[in-house]
């Protein structure tokens, strides 16, 4: 495996810092708990699709676009990334935004991710929800390409076995961090959603033969849904990097536990985990995903999922700019 051999463009801050979270592993009462700041991206305040984008956009350049298309809900850190990275590449990006939240507020509509969005540049369409997201790209492609358009279809999360291979690095990197700092890692746990990340964390564990356990915590799908999904993904992600077979079914684990109502709304287990962090350890995390990972992580500490552990890695992988279309749905108490 040598991604290497892979066009990569550069995007990202890295490698991204690995920090203990001392007071959050204290309240806890063990084990040492270390997030893996991939919040510090860096492109566009940051997030776990810029990795990702690091390959997409380099296969975009090979393929001669001049204008990027993507999708994701209105408050989108996908979106937000992709139209940054189309910026720094030169070439313009369309974003459909399905509308997966029912009566949104004015923050979600107009701030947070979406006033980025905005700032950036991005032409903005809206489709109802439910809408087939894929068909609805194709629809801005043919249209950009009567125009005389060169457009670009990344898929919602950037999550395709190009994109992956953003998160196959992230394992590798997160590995000589820990062979380097002499950290021994038990667990490594993270938000899973569009199951890219998932799938190119589990195969560069499973392929460099790290023997970590991985755990997503789910924040949309059903457990057996998301787990399939991830496991197609990183079946088709071991073999595009010439390490087929590494990846079993039962590698494949993720807790969708810590949803609530569904995508997109937030939790009071979120909000406590949002708030602990940040008064713990002044460190921002998201209400759609790494909010709901935290709160799933912590929750699992206490069941003693993690009984024997000494060292776990939380993966931050960003959305802060969430917090600013959820600021009237969050409670801080004070
Ligand atoms: C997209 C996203 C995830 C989930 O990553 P996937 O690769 O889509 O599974 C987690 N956290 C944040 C903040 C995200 O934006």
Redesign the pocket.
């Known amino acids: 495996m040598l991604l290497s051999r892979f066009p990569r463009v550069s995007l990202a801050h890295l490698p991204t810092p690995l920090e203990l979270m001392p007071r959050l592993s204290e309240h806890l009462g063990g084990p040492n708990i270390y997030v893996k700041r991939d919040?510090c991206t860096g492109l566009g305040t940051g997030?776990?699709?810029t990795r990702?984008l690091e390959f997409l956009m380099a296969d975009a350049v090979a393929n001669n676009a001049d204008v990027i298309i993507t999708q994701g809900a209105v408050q989108?850190?996908?979106a937000r990334?992709t139209v940054a990275a189309a910026c720094k590449m030169g070439m313009e990006c369309e974003l459909v935004f399905e509308k997966r939240v029912e009566d949104p507020s004015d923050p979600y509509i107009n701030s947070g991710n979406v006033l980025l969005d905005r700032i950036f540049g991005a032409h903005i369409r809206d489709v109802e929800k439910g809408t087939d997201m894929d068909a609805a790209m194709e629809d801005v492609a043919e249209e950009l390409r009567s125009a005389g358009k060169t457009p670009y279809i990344i898929p919602?999360?950037?999550?395709n076995r190009i994109?992956?291979l953003g998160?196959v690095d992230c394992a590798l990197e997160l590995m000589s961090q820990a062979n380097s700092e002499g950290i021994v890692i038990d667990h490594v746990v993270?938000?899973?959603?569009?199951?890219?990340?998932?799938?190119?964390l589990i195969v560069g564990l499973k392929a460099t033969n790290a023997n970590i356990p991985l755990l997503?915590i789910g924040?949309n799908a059903p457990k057996d849904v998301q787990e399939e999904k991830?496991y197609k993904l990183a079946v088709e992600t071991a073999e595009y990097v010439g390490a087929a077979g590494v990846v079993q079914r039962e590698d494949i684990v993720a807790n969708c536990d810590y949803v609530g109502e569904g995508y997109g709304i937030p939790t009071k287990a979120m909000n406590d985990a949002v708030m602990l962090l940040a008064r713990l350890e002044g460190l921002l995390f998201?209400p759609?995903?790494?909010g709901k990972?935290l709160a799933g992580m912590i929750d699992l500490i206490g069941k003693g999922y993690f009984a024997g552990a000494r060292d776990i890695v939380f993966i931050h992988?960003?959305?802060v700019a969430?917090l600013f279309g959820y600021s009237d749905q969050l409670h801080t108490g004070s």
Do not use: E, I, L, W
């Open positions: 919040d997030g776990n699709k990702k989108s850190n996908h990334q919602g999360g950037g999550s994109g992956a998160y993270h938000a899973t959603g569009s199951a890219g990340t998932q799938a190119g997503g924040v991830v998201d759609v995903y790494s990972g992988t960003g959305g969430g």
